[in-house]
């Protein structure tokens, strides 16, 4: 399973935010590329990168601190946050990002994404972010009325790399992911889940980890890093222990 770090950017510098709420965030560093090559240095080995002004105005908006990241780090970044349009993905792609995350546009416009996974295979991810298990938009600040695993299950065939499944209301609490959720979401779709949302300890890991046999393949890690109540050094030392 891969452990991956989040660098959660708004105004350009690395937040942490409470539930997705963008008046509760706790402000870690001025430089994001800092706190990003500080995760690689520790042994991260691929990045978790969130545009947050974007995905609440719905279009880029930290264009310069996203490329100090990328250019700073020799590892994968995974980039999203307000990605509405083609031409945004092929933008980010030309500037290095590994993986670009949409989020609003599947729900919304479904097609572009399936047209972004023809252009670009293999580097597509979709992230569902779900309150209560329905799906949330335009930066959490939106319900729908759609299960989310109804919405996952749209995107099993069009070559989507990974979704990535965010419990809203755990978001930034570390009060453990809700581990059963997850296994129903993982195992009722096809496609790898990367599980993300109130990780904040070395148990939580270890919770999630026999959610691979129902397809989890990754888990990211935010506030717990940043405040130090989880050692990523720990969680690899973990992995290693156990064989993953």
């Excluded at 660098?7 to 001025?30: A, H």
């Excluded at 590892?75 to 030309?94: A, C, H, K, S």
């Excluded at 997850?182 to 496609?191: E, G, L």
Aim: include cysteine; charged fraction near 25%; glycine fraction near 12%.
């Amino acid at each position: 399973m891969i452990i991956i770090p989040a660098v959660d950017i708004k105004g350009g510098k690395c937040v942490r935010l409470e539930q997705g709420l963008m008046n509760k965030e706790t402000i870690f560093s001025d430089h994001p590329e800092e706190m990003a090559l500080q995760w690689e240095r520790k042994g991260a080995d691929r990045l978790h990168l969130v545009d947050l002004d974007g995905a609440l105005r719905g279009r880029p908006s930290n264009q310069e601190a996203i490329e100090k990241v990328v250019h700073a780090v020799s590892v994968p970044v995974q980039l999203g946050g307000g990605i509405r349009e083609l031409g945004t993905i092929e933008e980010y792609i030309n500037l290095g990002v590994d993986r670009v995350i949409v989020g609003t546009t599947a729900y919304k416009n479904p097609e572009l994404v399936e047209t972004a996974c023809k252009r670009y295979p293999g580097r597509i991810l979709i992230s569902i972010d779900a309150r209560d298990n329905y799906v949330s938009v335009e930066g959490w600040t939106e319900g729908t009325g759609i299960m989310a695993i109804d919405l996952a299950r749209g995107f099993e065939d069009i070559g989507v790399s990974s979704i990535i499944y965010t419990d809203i209301r755990r978001d930034g609490m570390q009060t453990g992911p809700d581990v059963d959720a997850i296994r129903k979401f993982a195992k009722a779709i096809s496609v790898p889940v990367i599980a993300a949302g109130g990780i904040s300890s070395l148990k939580d890991i270890g919770d999630l980890l026999p959610l691979e046999e129902d397809g989890v393949r990754g888990v990211i890690i935010g506030r717990a890093l940043y405040d130090g109540s989880l050692k990523l050094e720990a969680v690899y030392d973990m992995l290693h222990k156990r064989g993953g």
